[in-house]
């Protein structure tokens, strides 16, 4: 075979292969705003409800896409299976705006840099929100290409208890000091261009997958 038709052959195989990552994929028009809430959701609670109600009401989205993650890059222990932890988010996630997916099983991607470059590829014209707890935004710094993320999407960051101070001294709270969105212009967030990221400062549930862990109400492999 010349390199020429391999090259074709292998091109096509390609084309195949991002067809059916797509099939596989929620819908989204674009100049949709889409919220993504990543999580290992091990499993998921009302807190998690809680801020995806908020972050719909707050940052205007039109959607929100619950991304179950085969499993934090930076956590040493696996999370319980995916199928277990996607039929539990199901069962206690239920709008009509939300889709609990598990994307990132499809794209082949586990850090979140490179799982916004995918869905950035896949659906053009869509604006992306990246969702997190103010824990999250305390160690964001230690993610892998942390700055490129603020640089592709608008990062929506919803309060957690316990967390605020360190949100706000956080090195990602600081280097992007001038990208911050005051939290009553949060509705703007998802239409303007990154970086810009925005701390909403709502009631707050105390909800946590390690707690309900272990309490010994959800068991891994069971
Ligand atoms: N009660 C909560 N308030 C605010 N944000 C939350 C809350 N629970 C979870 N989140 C956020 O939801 C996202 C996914 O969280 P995750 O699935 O890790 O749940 P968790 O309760 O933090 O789990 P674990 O206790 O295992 O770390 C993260 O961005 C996290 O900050
Ligand atoms: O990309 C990274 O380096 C990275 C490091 C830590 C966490 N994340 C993502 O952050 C989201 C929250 O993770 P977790 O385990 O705290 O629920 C989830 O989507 C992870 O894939 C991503």
Redo the contacts with the bound molecule.
């Keep these: 075979m010349g390199p020429l038709l391999s090259a074709t052959i292998d091109n096509r195989n390609c084309a195949q292969q991002s067809e059916a990552v797509r099939h596989s994929l929620p819908y989204a028009r674009a100049g949709q705003v889409i919220g993504l809430l990543?999580?290992?959701?091990d499993p998921a609670h009302e807190g998690h409800v809680h801020i995806t109600k908020m972050a719909l009401k707050r940052f205007g989205l039109d959607r929100v896409w619950w991304?179950v993650?085969p499993g934090?890059?930076?956590?040493q222990a696996g999370p319980a299976k995916m199928e277990k932890r996607l039929a539990h988010a199901r069962a206690v996630m239920d709008h009509p705006r939300v889709q609990v997916t598990d994307i990132e099983t499809h794209t082949g991607t586990?850090?979140?840099?490179a799982t916004l470059e995918a869905l950035q590829r896949l659906y053009p014209g869509v604006h992306f929100v990246w969702l997190?707890g103010a824990d999250?935004l305390a160690q964001f710094h230690?993610?892998?290409d942390w700055q490129g993320i603020m640089e592709r999407v608008a990062v929506g960051v919803i309060a957690r208890p316990g967390t605020r101070g360190a949100a706000r001294n956080s090195v990602a709270a600081q280097t992007f000091g001038a990208a911050k969105l005051p939290g009553r212009a949060s509705r703007l967030l998802g239409r303007r261009t990154p970086p810009c990221w925005c701390f909403i400062n709502v009631p707050m549930s105390d909800a946590s997958s390690t707690r309900i862990r272990q309490a010994g109400e959800w068991k891994a492999d069971t």
């Design positions: 990543g999580g290992s959701f991304l993650s934090n890059p930076l956590k586990r850090y979140t840099a997190m999250n230690r993610w892998q």
